[in-house]
């Protein structure tokens, strides 16, 4: 299964992911489903109507039942709009999930070169994201290694010494 977590709002940009998938299956066929994790948000009644045998809505997991999702997927997608900052592509690396991310915001630093990118207004493009990461094993193989990789970049210990350290330069001065 393809999957996407995050809570359902407009700016996760789900209408789009469902076209793509649905895109994707017209033109390719194939038994994969869309399987979308997180708690139901304003504005979304009508994508979770959109739920149907080849897409389906978890509404919230908790951690240890979403570890399960991460790893259990072929491909993880994150089509949103606009992140802050954005972890769970983050997740899904670390749980060795090949992503395929929006190209906006903060999502090319965080995810770097261990994810493939797509313009989130172009559902053509994430179709064509999603169906490399299914079929093209040597691709897939690829980013689940990079993404091991670029995780170790991203630890707490770590960013919490920065973060102390700016702070104790903020306040020596």
Known sequence: Y???????NPRKNISRLIRAFHMMKEKYGGNEKLVIVGKKDYGTDELVSEEQNDIIFTCYVDNEDLIGFYQGAACYVYPSLYEGFGIPPLEAMACGTPVAVSN?????????????????????QIMQCIYRLLTDDRLREKLIRSGYERVKCFDWKISAEKTAALYQDITNR
């Open 104 to 124: 906006r915001t903060s999502m090319p630093e965080v995810v770097g070169d261990a994810g493939l990118y797509f313009d989130p207004e172009d559902e053509m």
């Open 2 to 8: 393809v999957l996407s977590v995050g809570n359902l």
